[in-house]
């Protein structure tokens, strides 16, 4: 995870909990995911793939919060 991604959910705290979120958040949130993961996957309004997506970011973020 790269420090920009980590700027960007520091500014977006909300992404990563339990709300409907934006397209380009959405956007944005799958680009991180791809990343950090090596997966191409693709934003999709299934409610259960972008719960896994945001719950595999989770884990990285606050891994990386926790090596700060």
């Not at 959405?26 to 680009?31: A, D, M, S, T």
């Not at 191409?40 to 595999?56: N, W």
């Not at 970011?57 to 990386?64: P, R």
Request: aromatic share 8%.
């Amino acid at each position: 995870m790269t420090q920009e991604h980590i700027d960007w959910l520091d500014q977006h705290p909300h992404i990563l909990k339990n709300v409907s979120i934006k397209k380009d958040e959405l956007v944005k949130l799958f680009e991180i995911y791809n990343a950090v993961t090596g997966e191409r996957a693709r934003p999709t309004s299934c409610g259960r793939c972008v719960d896994r997506t945001k719950k595999t970011i989770k884990h990285y973020y606050d891994q990386a919060r926790s090596n700060d």
